[in-house]
């Protein structure tokens, strides 16, 4: 299974947020760059990752991003699921009918495999994510 660019760009500032100190904060713009992401599509990633309530963002003098308790304990399959959808690989449906769908086994051979990708993601955490040697580096990024 391939990932958007906007989930690989969403768990890159994630990671980045949870090296941070409790109560320090970076700015998107400080998370664009030290992540190698452009300005606008990390603006978006966090618009997002707000609003499932993994980043705080607080306007003004000492203002900044801030992952949440539930950012630092999400589930790295959750997050996912979330920031992809669980929309099918394939559908049988659409402008051209498959004319297999009646009798096709791929597409439950695919949502088969899309559910343990999933689940193999599951046990794992954001802090799981920044474990060393990750966490180092990303803290050495500016």
Request: positive net charge.
């Amino acid at each position: 299974m391939r990932l958007t660019k906007f989930t690989d760009l969403s768990l890159r500032a994630v990671m980045r947020l949870a090296v941070l100190e409790q109560g320090a904060t970076l700015t998107t713009r400080q998370v664009a760059e030290a992540m190698s992401i452009p300005y606008t599509h990390t603006a978006k990633a966090i618009a997002r990752l707000r609003q499932l309530g993994v980043v705080e963002a607080r306007r003004g003098h000492g203002g900044g991003l801030e992952l949440t308790a539930l950012g630092r304990a999400a589930s790295l399959g959750w997050l996912v699921r979330e920031l992809e959808g669980e929309e099918e690989i394939v559908t049988c449906e659409g402008e051209t009918p498959c004319p297999l769908r009646a009798a096709c086994r791929l597409r439950g051979a695919l949502r088969a495999a899309q559910s343990a990708f999933y689940a193999s993601l599951d046990p794992l955490t954001v802090a799981d994510l920044v474990a060393s040697p990750t966490g180092p580096v990303l803290l050495g990024l500016k």
